[in-house]
């Protein structure tokens, strides 16, 4: 039998019975083919808050669904699937359950900013994005992306020293991802530092690899520093629902 | 031209007809069908008007106060006009108490009708009582009762408010928009808002309507500081599953289909041309529109002329309208009715004679 509006029925709602036996009656083979309905039951009337609290999403209330963001997006242009003016229509009405069907696809946002200029409304859906990518990984609907482990590492590390230590991020941030150190492109670069670098930029690069000094006086900007971050952290965790607790 | 203007009907067009008549020293007679004048805003019970935030009780029954205490204004309650014949400049008008009242001109304020949900089943007016009008709701806000489920009398944590109740809609032979639905939802909206932080409301419509300067006033405002939702989706039917009500539809920007619980649903009722239209058209020798409201002549020149010299028309009479404009077409219609019949004089007039 055909099904109309096959466009409307998500492959993942079609439930098949190789034997079933309902009310007595052998439904089992062609007749076992179900469709799950795809109804939206209810609202999730904090969703919109939630995205609103974190950096980026402050101004999503603003939207009015004309969809210039979506027709100038970038990463649109090649998924079709990649939708804002769609996510942020399921955020401000609480449809949580759509939105989670698009968790691996929302972080792929480029941040090229074409949307930012082109909203009429500056509800700014680059931040939009961003800020849904972070309440998808707080929440624990997708797990932390590489560029979100990056940046921890890279801030840790300002944070505890007042400056970078590259060779150290960047062997943090293998580990993490679980990739190998020796990677061909790393190795090509340390062989032409050692090749071409003068001899005392060698030297300090190689004493701050040992040494890891910090930026004189640092200790009272970290500690500002510090209670800033955990506040920051501890605001968007209780605007989530998430407790008080400190982030893992 | 001699003799008082006759203006019938005293909702917030005739008594602004009748305040600009007293304002220029013309006499003028009201006759009003209800025992009291204010006309819906009164009569049905309004809360905060639209734009200013007054209550109604204030703005249009202020205005009701100073036209009962105007020297200059026979106001005439439980009262209609029987009979009206008679030429410009004299025109004889017999009333339901028997009198007479020589004129030489008429406004016409005779106003809407509320559209009756009933004729809508599928929403669930009448079947449920948790089902109710944007009127029955502030009705709830102006008596100072508060918004309650009329079922158990509970505070609701949802409402519903299904926009184009009436309006826009062949099916029931109702084409026109209402006008002033969208913004009176909004506020309405805000009200709820204001009163009950922990309900949340829902507006479900085709177009969103608030027009002019009401975008950021009502739109933006409802949903920025207010956080109502709007959702486009035009509801197929609201039924109930013993303790909520279910509102069903298809949310048309996402393509999913919707089966809501709320508290409460609000029919965001329309206005129909006042039901006595065809009665008024034949008393008074006025012609109607096509969707039943009294027509006029003109859009630019003589504004509020009807098909008939001398009788002229102001307010929702002549089709939705909203409170400010019908005062501003009173006004109109009353400097019509001080000119009609009257030969023109001054310089131009000498010229032409000459």
């Not at chain 1, 999503?60 to 998924?79: E, K, L, P």
């Not at chain 1, 200029?117 to 931040?127: H, I, K, L, M, T």
């Not at chain 2, 009950?196 to 177009?207: A, W």
């Not at chain 2, 409201?293 to 102001?314: C, D, H, L």
Request: proline fraction near 5%; hydrophobic fraction near 40%; charged fraction near 25%.
């Amino acid at each position: 039998m055909p099904i109309h509006e096959q466009s409307l029925i998500r492959p993942e709602n079609i439930r098949t019975h190789d034997e079933l036996v309902l009310d007595g009656i052998d439904v089992s083979g062609h007749w076992s083919t179900f469709i799950e309905p795809r109804v939206v039951t209810d609202y999730n009337e904090a969703l919109e808050d939630e995205i609103a609290a974190l950096p980026g999403g402050e101004n999503i209330h603003r939207c009015w669904q004309c969809g210039s963001c979506t027709n100038s997006c970038t990463v649109n242009a090649v998924n079709p699937d990649f939708n804002p003016r769609y996510w942020i229509y399921l955020i401000r009405m609480g449809m949580e359950s759509e939105l989670l069907r698009d968790r691996d696809i929302i972080w792929q946002c480029v941040s090229c900013n074409k949307c930012t200029y082109a909203c009429p409304r500056d509800v700014e859906p680059e931040g939009v994005m961003k800020a849904t990518a972070h309440w998808l990984e707080k929440k624990g609907h997708t797990p932390k992306s590489p560029s979100i482990i990056f940046d921890e590492i890279f801030a840790d590390q300002v944070i505890a020293r007042g400056k970078i230590e590259e060779s150290s991020i960047i062997r943090k941030f293998l580990k993490r991802t679980g990739q190998p150190l020796m990677q061909d492109w790393l190795i090509a670069m340390a062989r032409g530092l050692l090749m071409k670098l003068p001899v005392g930029l060698m030297r300090r690069m190689g004493l701050a690899m040992l040494f890891r000094p910090r930026t004189a006086g640092w200790s009272k900007a970290r500690a500002a520093l510090e209670e800033y971050v955990e506040e920051c952290e501890r605001e968007q965790r209780r605007a989530l629902g998430l407790g008080n607790g400190k982030p893992e | 031209m001699t003799g008082p203007v006759l203006v019938v009907g005293g909702g917030p067009a005739g008594l602004a007809a009748a305040e600009a008549l007293s304002g220029v020293g013309r006499n003028a007679v009201l006759v009003e069908k209800e025992d009291r004048l204010g006309g819906a805003p009164i009569l049905s019970g309004y809360a905060k008007l639209v734009p200013t935030g007054e209550w109604a009780k204030d703005a249009i029954g202020g205005m009701a106060a100073r036209v009962e205490a105007d020297a200059a204004v026979d106001v005439r309650t439980g009262c209609t006009v029987k009979e009206f014949g008679g030429e410009p400049g004299a025109f004889t008008a017999t009333l339901s108490d028997g009198s007479t009242v020589e004129a030489p001109a008429a406004i016409l304020c005779t106003g809407f009708t509320h559209f009756d949900s009933v004729n809508k089943p599928e929403w669930g007016f009448g079947s449920f009582p948790d089902v109710v009008t944007t009127t029955q709701v502030e009705q709830m806000i102006s008596s100072g009762q508060g918004v309650r489920c009329p079922s158990d009398g509970r505070t609701p944590k949802r409402v519903a408010i299904l926009l184009c109740v009436g309006s826009r809609d062949r099916q029931i032979g109702r084409e026109w928009c209402s006008k002033i639905c969208c913004t009176v939802s909004a506020n309405i909206a805000m009200e709820i808002r204001e009163e009950l932080p922990d309900c949340h409301v829902y507006i479900y419509y085709m177009d969103i309507r608030t027009f002019g300067l009401y975008e950021t006033s009502y739109y933006w405002r409802s949903q920025e500081e207010f956080k109502v939702k709007y959702i486009k989706a035009r509801i197929a039917e609201v039924t109930s599953d013993g303790e909520r009500l279910i509102v069903k539809g298809e949310d048309t920007l996402v393509k999913r289909p919707i089966t809501i619980p709320f508290d409460m649903v609000v029919h965001a009722i329309g206005m129909d041309p006042n039901v006595d239209n065809l009665l008024l058209s034949s008393i008074f020798g006025v012609e109607l529109e096509p969707h039943g409201n009294i027509a006029r002549q003109s859009a630019y020149g003589g504004m509020g002329r009807t098909s008939r010299p001398g009788v002229f028309v102001a307010g929702a009479a002549t089709g939705p309208e909203t409170i400010d404009d019908s005062i501003a077409q009173a006004n109109a219609a009353a400097i019509a009715a001080l000119g009609a019949g009257r030969a023109a004089t001054g310089p131009k007039a000498a010229r032409k004679a000459a």
